[in-house]
């Protein structure tokens, strides 16, 4: 794992990017809002989605596979801003008081488990 870089600003590291000290550095000295995915509105993930279907389509890896095959360069894509700097993209971010931790699938399973001694 490269260290010197931050990690991914995807919802599934959002409870670890306050641990990994590189990550946080970056988060502080770009203004990130802390939980951020937790905060964001929905309408704005699903905007996400619609940028990488399109990143997606504009790659056209069925082409790509054949440039490759043939020694021929592959094209790179460029990512637009919204996937490197999400934050400043969104409309609407909740206050970080009304995040609301609800248990996982898995505790909600398991809770039945737990006995009081």
Known sequence: ????KPLADIPQFEYYREFDKTTAEFDKANGRPKYFWYRVERDFVKKMNKEALKLHKEFDSDKQLDNLMSGKPIKKLTPPEIFKFPWKYADNIKPESEIK???TLWQKFTSFLMIDL
Not at 1 to 4: A, H, S, Y
């Open 1 to 4: 794992m490269d260290t010197t």
């Open 101 to 103: 931790f609800g248990k």
